[in-house]
């Protein structure tokens, strides 16, 4: 029984290799020729449609090539973005098969409540602010918790989220992340800092995304944009 076992483990051991390397060998092709490949992921996707602005798209999709690449993104499978300089009564948060160029998720995602009221206009990286992180992090393992089935997230830039592990920042449900609320009073409830989302699609949402994949959340904040690593070429 051990040896077709062992035999067994080295096939998927090496499929899941052999993948990962298929996956990073397109991601290098779409760096070589990254204008067409951000277009074409844009367009087909019809992001523009679902409001997401199509230089967002391009800060998420360039960052995210360059952590692939520099072998931050253990699972670049998957890309997130949330797009904070929507309001909190649109669907801000998208989830992107990047090897099989498909949109796996829209909806609502929270800000932290000292960020702002229906927009998030101010971010921190300081405990117990209750505020929003910005930038590129890596999505960890999940976990229950208070808020049930939960994901941890590591933040990949320095100064601007690299607390959030410390902070306890991470993806989780709440009720308050409701289509209704928003209708009723203008604005979805607010978090601690955490991206929470909708408790109908969380299970599903975090299962997509969790383990090593890339997930960016943007706001037209000038010191963010000026200052981060992942938005310029290298």
């Known amino acids: 029984c051990l040896i077709p076992t062992l ?49 967002v798209f391009d800060y998420a999709f360039q960052g995210y090539q360059q952590l692939v690449l520099a072998g931050k993104i253990k699972n ?5 973005i949330i797009d904070f300089s929507l309001p909190s009564t649109t ?17 609502y995602v929270a800000h932290g409540r000292n960020s702002g009221l229906q927009t998030a ?8 602010s209750f505020k929003s992180s910005l930038g590129f992090y890596t999505t960890e393992t999940t976990y229950e918790g ?8 590591e933040g990949l830039e320095k100064g601007f989220n690299d607390n959030a592990m410390s902070r ?11 289509e209704s609320i928003a209708k009723a009073q203008g604005y979805i409830g607010r978090s601690l800092g955490c991206p929470a989302v909708p408790e109908k699609l969380h299970t599903a949402i975090i299962g997509s995304i969790a383990h090593g994949t890339c997930l960016f959340m943007y706001a037209n904040d000038k010191n963010y944009l000026k200052h981060s690593a992942y938005l310029h070429q290298s």
């Not at 206009?121 to 117990?128: H, V």
């Not at 808020?147 to 997230?153: A, F, K, Q, T």
């Open 146 to 153: 208070k808020h049930g089935y939960s994901l941890r997230l």
């Open 7 to 55: 035999f067994a483990l080295i096939i998927l051991f090496s499929f899941t290799v052999a993948n990962t390397i298929l996956v990073k060998q397109n991601i290098v092709v779409a760096q070589q020729n990254n204008d067409s490949a951000k277009i074409n992921f844009y367009d087909r996707l019809h992001l523009a449609e679902l409001g997401l602005s199509k230089q």
């Open 121 to 128: 206009n101010s971010f921190s990286n300081a405990p117990e």
């Open 168 to 178: 306890g920042i991470v993806m989780h449900a709440a009720n308050y992340v409701d």
């Open 91 to 107: 669907k801000r948060l998208f989830v992107v098969d990047v090897v099989n160029c498909k949109l796996l998720f829209n909806t």
């Open 76 to 80: 670049p499978e998957a890309l997130s």
